[in-house]
């Protein structure tokens, strides 16, 4: 029996790095039904894993990142989902870093770390 499935590579060359992403979902309704058995997923719609490998000058780095999704069981929407959410978390850490100069700060009471 096959699984519904579906993958994406991609490879990104620039500013001295070589960034590959192997993105798989699964939608198959069988297993997203044993996810969902207790209903604490609502609008499930597929699961997605994408493992990322980074070179930089010699040096290579992997990790693999776990998804439920609301979204298709399309690979590529995943990963522009998930792209998408970086680009805007990125953003906001320049601001944060850039107008507070929070990665300077040294303080360490209470919260503030």
């Known amino acids: ?29 069988q297993w997203l039904a044993h996810l969902q058995a207790a209903g604490a997923w609502a609008g499930l719609r597929s699961i997605g894993r994408i493992e990322r490998r980074r070179e930089e000058q010699g040096e290579m780095t992997e990790e693999t990142h776990y998804y439920l999704s609301t979204l298709p069981g399309d690979a590529r929407s995943l990963g522009t989902a998930v792209r998408a959410y970086w680009r805007i978390e990125n953003r906001e850490h320049w601001v944060l870093d850039i107008a507070f100069r929070e990665d300077e700060s040294r303080v360490q009471v209470g919260h503030a770390a």
């Open 1 to 29: 029996m096959g699984v519904a499935h579906d993958q994406q590579r991609t490879v990104e060359q620039g500013h001295g790095r070589i960034a590959t992403r192997r993105i798989t979902t699964i939608s198959e309704p």
